[in-house]
């Protein structure tokens, strides 16, 4: 069975902290993306990546950053983590060729304290 | 990206089919029409998608306009696991193209 992976489901960290959001796809899919889910808001894009050392920004990039050095592994840091950041985050991942669905990992429920 | 609307909420009975619309008038020749579901507490997940023509798997089936300004997700018997908020998301697939998630349908199934 197809996997997105992410490293943590739960995560507390404290204001001003970096926090690193670990995602890993086993399907050898070229684009990877991070997005926040908050209620009321639904789900929005941070950042995405077409293949390895590739990134664009989403509608939401402030206050984020990501990495992309092998293509199974996309990374969100949160550069000073601050309150408003706590939310879900979930990882995605398809092919760049032809069509297809994304498949989403579980999500990472983060708490800014 | 041009937008779809969709009902807030609906319901359905279990094991009855269950119809879910989504409108998408300003549709472009090139978008294809996405439907994903979100379980509670967990990631969305992948249901359909189609072009002009109506397709069908083994989640459900997708009933496109002949015009392509409407569409139908149809669940052929729902169950008490099919209860999710449903997506219905236009995306042009190109290269890297992206879903842009808006509030959903829920979904409610009474046993």
């Known amino acids: 069975d197809v996997k997105v992976t992410q490293s943590s489901r739960y995560l507390v960290k404290r204001t001003g902290e970096k926090v690193f959001l670990e995602c890993v796809q086993d399907?050898?899919?070229?684009?990877m993306f991070w997005y926040r889910q908050d209620p009321g808001l639904g789900l929005r894009l941070i950042y995405f990546?077409?293949?390895?050392?590739?990134?664009e920004k989403g509608d939401i990039p402030e206050g984020y950053s990501v990495s992309r050095e092998k293509k199974e592994r996309f990374s969100l840091i949160l550069e000073s983590a601050s309150t408003n950041q706590t939310s879900m985050y979930l990882c995605?991942?398809?092919?760049?060729?032809?069509?297809?669905?994304?498949?989403f990992g579980s999500g990472t429920r983060l708490t800014v304290v | 990206d041009a937008k779809t609307t969709q009902p807030n909420s609906m319901e359905s009975n279990e094991e009855e089919p269950v119809h879910l619309p989504c409108n998408h008038s300003?549709?472009?020749?090139?978008?294809?029409i996405h439907w994903y579901r979100q379980l509670p507490s967990q990631g969305p997940e992948y249901v359909i998608h189609?072009?002009?023509s109506n397709v069908n798997n083994r989640m459900a089936s997708l009933a496109i306009a002949e015009d392509r300004k409407s569409s139908t997700l149809i669940l052929h018997r729902a169950t008490l696991r099919d209860a999710a908020v449903y997506y219905c998301?236009?995306?042009?697939?190109?290269?890297?193209?992206?879903?842009?998630f808006g509030e959903g349908t829920q979904l409610t199934v009474n046993p």
């Open positions: 995605a991942s398809r092919t760049g060729q032809g069509i297809s669905g994304y498949t």
């Open positions: 399907m050898d899919h070229e684009n």
């Open positions: 990546s077409y293949d390895v050392k590739m990134k």
């Open positions: 300003t549709i472009s020749g090139t978008d294809y």
């Open positions: 189609g072009l002009t």
């Open positions: 998301i236009l995306s042009r697939e190109t290269s890297g193209s992206r879903l842009t």
